[in-house]
């Protein structure tokens, strides 16, 4: 695996590559890699010729009041692991090094942003699209690998490879999650042990709507009054948004009957925790989001 931190480093050597017809994959993280970013680089690693994984936390996505400086670093076990699963390359830029001097184009996302995360952390998506849009030119990938638990992001993403002719695919993962349900999570470290114990209701609530759908409940109201009642009942988390949308749309809908993502976000004392599923008009869970 060959560690590079610059932009002409990576970029000679991926025009090395593409000179040799290999197809690339790209799986971008912030690093404090867990199970669930290596899942992707296992799948990157099955179906592509060249695994770049890049590690950058992208201050353009804080906002005033998160936690980019405490955001958990630690770049020699992020290595390993992503030596251990098959990469190849590992993009490590410092800030400086994306980001040089002041932008003199700045990006917005202006469709699926203004609700679920988006509502609340004004401005992130536009972090996310602005260095995404620099990592897919500086990589050239041919697919890029993204987990479902980001639904929204994904979504977004999803949006700007169609509205910008990006030469790439991309290829969603199912949520990985503990083996009592939570989903994994870089911030998961934050929880208190009896936060940590009550955080695996989240999942459980949306199991809680999802088995209502598939019981033939369609009503959108009274599925969220569930889940509401499940969290509170059950956890001394607030509840940041519960939302019941279309998929990948964003929009709102009145009754459940197409593909749809039903997603929430807790505070606890020290952290905000996510989690969804996209669900049939059925309640089946969908597997393959993209084809």
Not at 10 to 28: A, C, D
Not at 165 to 193: C, H, M, W
Request: aromatic residues 8%; charged residues 25%; negative net charge.
């Amino acid at each position: 695996m060959k560690v590079i931190r610059t932009v002409e480093g990576l970029t000679r050597i991926i025009k090395e590559k593409k000179q040799l017809n290999r197809t690339i994959g790209f799986v971008p993280t912030m690093g404090y890699l867990h199970e669930g970013h290596v899942t992707l680089m296992d799948q990157c690693r099955k179906e592509t010729d060249v695994v770049v994984v890049s590690i950058f936390v992208n201050p353009l996505q804080f906002g005033p009041n998160e936690d980019f400086e405490r955001y958990p670093r630690d770049e020699e076990r992020d290595a390993h692991l992503a030596l251990s699963h098959g990469a190849d390359i590992l993009f490590l830029p410092s800030m400086e090094e994306m980001y040089p001097s002041t932008r003199s184009i700045e990006m917005t996302v202006v469709k699926r942003n203004d609700v679920l995360c988006g509502r609340s952390r004004q401005g992130h998506f536009d972090g996310v699209v602005t260095v995404l849009t620099k990592l897919f030119h500086l990589t050239q990938a041919d697919v890029a690998y993204f987990g479902l638990k980001d639904a929204q992001q994904v979504a977004i993403v999803k949006g700007l490879i169609d509205d910008y002719n990006f030469p790439i695919k991309i290829r969603t993962i199912q949520t990985v999650r503990e083996s009592d349900g939570l989903a994994k999570s870089s911030r998961n470290v934050y929880l208190t042990e009896e936060e940590r114990n009550q955080a695996t209701n989240i999942y459980k609530s949306l199991l809680l709507a999802q088995n209502s759908i598939s019981e033939g409940n369609k009503n959108i109201d009274q599925i969220k009054e569930k889940m509401i009642g499940w969290i509170k009942q059950n956890t001394s988390a607030t509840i940041d948004y519960i939302e019941i949308l279309d998929y990948p749309s964003l929009e709102q809908i009145e009754t459940i009957n197409k593909r749809t993502i039903i997603a929430i976000a807790v505070h606890f004392t020290n952290v905000r925790l996510i989690d969804n599923v996209i669900v049939n008009e059925n309640g089946d869970i969908i597997e393959k989001v993209f084809s």
